[in-house]
């Protein structure tokens, strides 16, 4: 059966529609697996953390105040100052200081606008443009720096 003004089966079209929506369902529920797999993965890290005792939890720089900062914060802080110091040039093997590295990751842990970050990681925003709302730009800056230079 066919439309009048159309040669395409009108039942093709309500077959692509079908198929959108259960893409659509599809996606949603792998997106909700996923969350809750990071969620459950977060707990744990949190839970493992808590059970070290103190001189064990000094001893891999962190105190034990952090630790739910550092649970919430995972996986997307480490792979969000990753991208970031790519996008900039300032690529993760020149951070040959310990210090400059853990203040580094601490201020994404830390960090309230990881959503613009990776708005801006996702888009053809100018390559300056972090410096607006990373607290790492200073970082960023002096490793491009360094590394064009060297």
């Known amino acids: 059966m066919t439309d009048d003004n159309d ?9 692509h529609a079908v198929d959108r929506a259960v ?16 969620r459950q993965r977060r707990s744990v890290m949190e839970r493992q953390l808590n059970a070290l005792d103190d001189s064990t939890i000094a001893d891999i720089g962190i105190a034990r105040e952090q630790i739910p900062a550092i649970a919430a914060a995972w996986p997307d802080a480490p792979q969000l100052l990753r991208r970031m110091m790519e996008r900039v040039g300032a690529l ?4 040959c200081d310990a210090g400059l590295h853990r203040e580094m990751e601490w201020n994404c842990v830390a960090c309230s606008n ?13 390559s300056d443009a972090y410096r607006s709302f990373c607290p790492n730009a200073g970082g960023l800056d002096g ?8």
């Open 7 to 15: 040669s395409t089966p009108t039942m093709w079209g309500i077959q």
């Open 23 to 38: 893409r659509g369902i599809a996606a949603a529920v792998a997106e909700a697996a996923d969350a809750r797999e990071i």
């Open 92 to 95: 993760p093997g020149l951070l």
């Open 114 to 126: 990881r959503s613009q970050c990776r708005r801006w990681l996702n888009s053809p925003q100018p």
């Open 143 to 150: 490793l491009a720096a360094a590394r064009a230079s060297g």
